[in-house]
T-cell receptor
Framework: DTGVSQNPRHKITKRGQNVTFRCDPI?????LYWYRQTLGQGPEFLTY????????KSRLLSDRFSAERPKGSFSTLEIQRTEQGDSAMYLC?????????????FGPGTRLTVL | AQSVTQLGSHVSVSEGALVLLRCNYS??????LFWYVQYPNQGLQLLLK??????LVKGINGFEAEFKKSETSFHLTKPSAHMSDAAEYFC??????????????FGTGTLLAVQP
């Protein structure tokens, strides 16, 4: 069990550039979540996948943000035309199918700094 | 809409003292409740969860929490603090109804400092 992995761990970019982050969930977890955490705040939900289907998107996910999970395994989160307000920690989590509760396992996060 | 309120953004205790971190939730139906811990520059680790079974929940590292429906609270406690407990703690709620995506709604966190 290698846990949830995220790459890169850190990304520094200039305003206006595009960035892409990758999340590899725990093997056979069919649910995958993206959250954003700004300094001094708790994580905020961005979007949710069940297998390859994106089933919910937060209003926080503007048109510049897009997420995919093409084969129901890894997921990517792309931010186009980055702004300084996008600077945050982006967390990915996965959980198993079924069960009566939702135990999510988190990755270490990708810290984005937009200059 | 569901929400979580964590009272006290910073809590400082002495090593060996009782730890009490407060969490109140708002939900029209009893939700699932969680406590997560986050160490610097790391992701979140689940401490414990309430899933409508026993109201007193025991977690890892000696932590426990009690679900009190009448008070809409889910406070986290530990009888004796260790230096290694210094971290940020997040309370979270998740919808408990059919068809829910089970997304987590987090509080703003409580930073726990442990003094020697």
């Amino acid at each position: 069990d290698t846990g949830v992995s995220q790459n890169p761990r850190h990304k520094i970019t200039k305003r206006g550039q595009n960035v892409t982050f990758r999340c590899d969930p725990i093997s056979e977890h069919n649910r995958l979540y993206w959250y954003r955490q700004t300094l001094g705040q708790g994580p905020e939900f961005l979007t949710y996948f069940q297998n390859e289907a994106q089933l919910e998107k937060s209003r926080l996910l503007s048109d510049r943000f897009s997420a995919e999970r093409p084969k129901g395994s890894f997921s990517t989160l792309e931010i186009q035309r980055t702004e300084q307000g996008d600077s945050a920690m982006y967390l990915c989590a996965s959980s198993a199918r079924g069960g009566s509760y939702n135990e999510q396992f988190f990755g270490p996060g990708t810290r984005l700094t937009v200059l | 809409a569901q929400s979580v309120t964590q009272l006290g953004s910073h809590v400082s205790v002495s090593e060996g003292a009782l730890v009490l971190l407060r969490c109140n939730y708002s939900s029209s139906v009893p939700p699932y409740l969680f406590w997560y811990v986050q160490y610097p520059n790391q992701g979140l680790q689940l401490l414990l969860k309430y899933t409508s079974a026993a109201t007193l929940v025991k977690g890892i590292n000696g932590f426990e929490a009690e679900f009190k429906k009448s008070e809409t609270s889910f406070h986290l406690t530990k009888p004796s603090a260790h230096m290694s407990d210094a971290a940020e703690y997040f309370c979270a709620v998740s919808p408990n109804y059919g068809g829910a995506t089970n997304k987590l709604i987090f509080g703003t966190g409580t930073l726990l400092a442990v003094q020697p």
